[in-house]
């Protein structure tokens, strides 16, 4: 067999396959709904938190959760499946992004570093950048 009609049948095969995937879903990436959606995946890993309020970014991929006693609790959409996280002040470096509405996270847990978050409104970015801060001054004076 030539090497060019052996390239161009492995350059089809693979072709296929990556469509194959596309169009079975494989390509999907999970939303959240609304709060509750988020609440309802968050159980699923910590049954026992009380949530006491919820914080959706604008494109719906992740939710913030106040958990209380200097802990938030993270959902956020990875594909079509979802990864959650508790994170403390110590856990976490975050800062204002030169977009409006939208905060800069990076996390100490070398399986998801953080990323840029927006948010629909002025009013949840400044409270999760002001309880992040909050924690992280208090935590510095101990």
């Known amino acids: 067999m030539s090497l060019p009609v052996l390239v ?20 999907k990436t999970a939303t959240l709904a609304d709060p509750d959606q988020a609440l309802h995946r968050f159980a699923e890993d910590f049954p026992d938190e009380m949530v006491a309020t919820v ?14 006693r200097g802990r938030t609790g993270i959902v956020h959409s990875i594909g079509d499946c979802f990864l959650t996280r508790i ?16 905060i800069q996270l990076r996390l100490t847990d ?30 510095e004076a101990a």
């Open 8 to 27: 161009a049948i492995v350059v089809l095969g693979i072709a296929l396959s990556v469509a194959a995937v596309h169009f079975t879903g494989g390509s």
């Open 55 to 68: 914080r959706l970014t604008a494109d719906a991929k992740t939710a913030f959760l106040d958990l209380g």
């Open 87 to 102: 994170v403390t002040a110590t856990d976490v470096s975050v800062s204002n992004s030169d977009e409006t509405n939208t």
């Open 110 to 139: 070398f399986t998801w570093k953080g990323g840029r978050f927006r948010f629909a409104n002025a009013g949840d970015a400044q409270a999760l950048l002001k309880a992040f801060e909050a924690r992280h001054a208090a935590r």
